[in-house]
């Protein structure tokens, strides 16, 4: 056991280490676990406190916030997570052999989001946790032998799943693929792949639903979309030549091309490449291309920033 210094007054405790290029910490974060591995390009808050007894896994690009509370037997996040503040992972029943979360690509779990690990929790690629979440493996408290109900078992949550704010997951549910989940709701039964669904308690509103493409929506939703980011460019003084070929579903930024059929990008992006990538994340269009999502900062914003009292 060793304990390294990372920095900022943080630091890791365990056996083994491994850290990536381009890690970022902040202040007073600890990670206790006996194996660490983080990949390139990842960055982590302030007061963060991590206990993992076995494996800690941060795969490349992800971004973890400041007060997140990290405690069970393995952890292993995939690569473009963004994981807000205080998140809990843990909670009633955490030192259980089999208190373990693995956490899918392209993944965001929201601020006040709480994961309780008492059995695994399994969440697929491509999903969001919307603030005030609540998962459950374990719920128990009047005595069983007098008939009240317990409930303990493992959460399983397929690809492309929207979870929004204020829902809660309970024990023993499977929530299938490309299913989206009204806000404020109670998941207490498995739920199929395609569906959308909602309420308290959950009930499935459409079957089969989930996905639906629409080449004429989506058309129009480009170009939406495409208006919405002119205005962000005036506002941030960005200069970039945009032009979307409806033919072959595509656009072209500058010298970049984003394909929209396979998601993909041909080109080098510079900064304002960059930030109109960014853009299209946020309104659910998402390019990876192996490195950290950048924005330009409002002019307003960065002299405020970068004003040193002389």
């Known amino acids: 056991m060793k304990k ?5 007054s943080s630091c890791f405790i365990g056996e083994e280490l ?3 290029a381009n890690f970022k910490i902040g202040k007073n974060s600890v990670i206790r676990a006996t194996k660490c591995v983080i990949g390139d390009n990842v960055s982590i808050g302030s007061d963060n406190s991590f206990l993992v007894g076995e494996e800690l896994v941060i795969n490349s690009n992800a971004t973890l916030g400041n007060k997140n509370d990290i405690t069970c037997l393995s952890c292993s996040f995939g690569e473009y997570l963004f994981l807000d503040s205080n998140v809990i992972i843990g909670h009633g029943g955490k030192f259980n052999y089999d208190s373990k979360i693995q956490v899918g690509k392209h993944c965001m779990i929201c601020a006040y989001v709480k994961l309780n690990v008492n059995y695994a929790i399994t969440i697929g690629d491509d999903v969001g946790i919307g603030e005030y979440v609540d998962v459950w493996t374990h719920g128990s408290f009047p005595p069983v032998l007098q008939g009240f109900p317990a409930q303990f078992g493992p959460v399983t949550i397929g690809n492309n799943v929207w979870l929004p704010a204020k829902s809660t997951v309970l024990a023993n549910v499977t929530i299938g693929n490309d299913v989206v989940i009204g806000v404020n709701s109670l998941i207490n039964k498995n739920l199929p792949s395609g569906c959308l669904a909602g309420g308290i308690p959950v009930k499935i509103i459409k079957e089969n639903y989930y996905p639906n493409p629409n080449k004429e929506k989506n058309t129009a939703l480009i170009h939406d979309v495409l ?12 200069m970039s030549n945009i032009v979307f070929n409806e033919i072959d579903f595509e656009i072209k930024c500058n010298d970049v091309i984003f394909n929209l059929n396979n998601q993909e990008v041909v080109g080098e992006l510079n900064k304002n490449d960059e930030d109109f990538r960014d853009f299209l994340r946020r309104r659910g269009i998402k390019f990876f291309t192996g490195k950290p999502f950048v924005s330009v900062l409002p002019e307003c914003y960065t002299k405020l920033l970068n004003y040193e009292n002389n």
Not at 4 to 8: C, E, M, P, V, Y
Not at 227 to 238: G, P, R, T, V, W
Request: charged share 20%; glycine share 10%; aromatic share 10%.
């Open 227 to 238: 208006n919405e980011y002119s205005k962000l460019m005036a506002f941030k003084n960005i």
């Open 18 to 20: 491994s850290i990536g």
């Open 4 to 8: 390294i210094d990372l920095g900022n």
